[in-house]
């Protein structure tokens, strides 16, 4: 396995089966996907052990040791359709207290 990296902030962009140099790029799993990196921005690694909770944005990666460490801003993604459900009962408990006061 692979490991595709921010050599600034050390942040796990992607975990591949593959990593190929392309011009101004990487390749990763055989096409599947290029990265730009024109600016060689983004290192990668071969990593024969990534422990399982390790998710790309969520992790960071020390290439010291090639250790793994929470990336500290890392914040959880928002639930778009929880948000919707939680707005429908906000709007229902509104409307059914304007009804109320209007009298209807």
């Known amino acids: 396995m692979y490991i595709i990296y921010s050599k600034y902030n050390k942040i796990v962009v992607d975990i591949v089966e593959s990593v190929t140099e392309v011009e ?9 996907l290029i990265y730009a990196n024109p600016g060689n921005d983004l290192i990668s690694v071969e990593v024969n052990n990534i422990p399982n909770d ?12 090639g250790s793994f460490y929470p990336n500290p801003d890392w914040v959880e993604p928002i639930d778009p359709y ?12 509104m409307q059914e207290t304007i009804n109320f006061l209007l009298g209807i």
């Open 24 to 32: 101004n790029g990487l390749e990763v799993d055989n096409g599947r």
């Open 54 to 65: 390790v998710k790309p944005q969520k992790f960071c990666y020390k290439p010291e040791d």
């Open 82 to 93: 929880e948000t919707i459900r939680q707005l429908e009962g906000q709007v229902k408990t």
